[in-house]
Each structure stands twice: as C-alpha cells, then as structure tokens.
C-alpha cells in the first residue's frame, strides 16, 4: 500500500514568508492557482504551452517542478542546502518530504522559507513573460530567487534568540553558501552588514544638542 504523505502546513503557514507567498503554495499543493491545464478544465480555449520551456503543455507539477527552467531552480536550490535527493514528479510529494529541520539554529528557518519562495518566483517568472511579454535571463532567475531566500532568513534571524540557540557549525555553513544572508552575531547581538566608517562626503546624523 502506498505511504500517505502528510500535508506540509508547516512550510505554508509557519513559514517566515510573506503571507501571500503562504497562500500561493497552499493554492499549488491544493492545485488550484490558474495554470494551462487548470484553464482548459474551466473552459478556456487555448493553446496552453509552457512559456517557461515551450515544450510541453503547462501543468501545475509541469510548471513548478518537472519543465527544464523549474528543474534548474530546484538543483541550484539543493545544491545551495547541500541535500542531495532526486526530485519526485509531483509539488505535493517534493514539500511533503522536504527536509524540515527539527533542530533550531539562527539560520534553520532557510529550510522552511525556500520551497516556497521558489514556486513563488517561478510563478512570476511565468506571469512576467505571459502578461509584461518580459523574459529574464536564467542567472537572473536564480540570483532573485537566492536574494529573496537570503532577505528573508536574514529577517527572522534578527529574532532568533542566540542566548538559548547560540551560533553553531550549521550557521556557518549556511553563511557560507549564503552570502547573501547579511547577520552576523557580534557580542550577543545582531549586525545586519558591516559597520563602516562615513567618508568625508559622506553626512553623519548626530543626535541635536541639548539647549
């Protein structure tokens, strides 16, 4: 008999995301959000090919994990965990048995924000090359989807608490292959980048002195 996978609630809505993006990925694991196929069952005329590889009629597993671009995003993504496992066929079955870290450390909350991060930007990605007739390179698509990774494990690790989970190994190899993620704990505390001097074209704010 074949195992039930579970419903991945924790990366939709415990995610560290924009609720939208929340929203978007429950839409896809329900298979719900307005792909080719989708449309065609509603009664729309097409034709409904995939604008990402223009190879294939555009499915929702189709588009967010099985065309050729969504692949590339998906290895570039492992690759950047360092989780070497073969992509299943299906959104639901990936997310079900995505690799969700039962330990915490300040900067766990990767695992948790980027599955959907990424069906997210291959989503737009898809909208912008059907509606603004816009298409970016596949480097771009990859930079933008580790930047909006990045910004948001940076975001909630300025939360985290160091005093009950400090800086371990696994942080630094997640620095490490996430440069991008800008904090870095200093004296028990959080800097978001380097300080820096100001030159001297540069204006300093000073508090106004007392009269």
């Given at each position: 008999?074949?195992e039930?996978?579970e419903w991945p609630l924790?990366?939709?809505w415990?995610?560290?995301?924009?609720?939208?993006?929340g929203?978007?990925?429950?839409?896809?694991?329900?298979?719900?959000?307005l792909t080719g196929?989708r449309?065609?069952r509603?009664?729309?005329?097409?034709?409904?090919r995939?604008v990402?590889?223009?190879?294939a009629?555009?499915?929702l597993?189709?588009?967010?994990?099985q065309?050729e671009?969504?692949?590339?995003?998906?290895n570039?993504?492992?690759?950047?965990?360092?989780?070497?496992?073969p992509?299943?066929?299906s959104v639901?079955?990936l997310?079900s048995s995505w690799?969700?870290q039962?330990h915490?450390?300040?900067?766990?909350?990767?695992w948790?924000?980027?599955p959907?991060?990424v069906?997210?930007?291959?989503?737009?990605?898809?909208?912008?090359r059907i509606f603004?007739?816009k298409?970016e390179s596949s480097?771009?698509?990859?930079?933008?989807?580790?930047?909006?990774?990045?910004?948001?494990?940076?975001a909630?690790?300025r939360?985290h608490s160091?005093?009950k989970?400090?800086?371990?190994?696994?942080?630094n190899?997640?620095?490490?292959?996430?440069p991008?993620?800008?904090?870095?704990?200093?004296?028990g505390?959080?800097r978001?980048?380097?300080?820096?001097e100001p030159?001297k074209?540069?204006v300093?704010?000073e508090p106004?002195?007392?009269e």
């Open positions: 008999m074949e039930k996978k924790k990366l939709v415990s995610s560290p995301v924009l609720p939208k993006v929203v978007f990925t429950w839409l896809a694991l329900k298979k719900r959000i196929e449309l065609s509603l009664g729309f005329l097409g034709p409904f995939c990402m590889c223009k190879k009629d555009e499915s597993d189709h588009l967010l994990l065309c671009e969504a692949q590339m995003v998906w570039f993504l492992l690759g950047k965990l360092g989780w070497q496992t992509l299943p066929n639901f079955e997310l690799n969700i039962s915490i450390s300040v900067f766990s909350s990767v948790l924000v980027a959907s991060l069906v997210w930007e291959i989503w737009k990605e898809r909208n912008r603004q007739e298409e480097a771009s698509l990859l930079s933008r989807v580790e930047r909006e990774i990045s910004e948001s494990v940076s909630a690790a939360n160091l005093t989970y400090p800086y371990s190994s696994e942080d190899f997640i620095q490490a292959n996430w991008l993620v800008n904090c870095q704990p200093v004296n505390s959080w978001v980048s380097p300080l820096s030159t074209d540069e300093k704010w106004p002195t007392k």
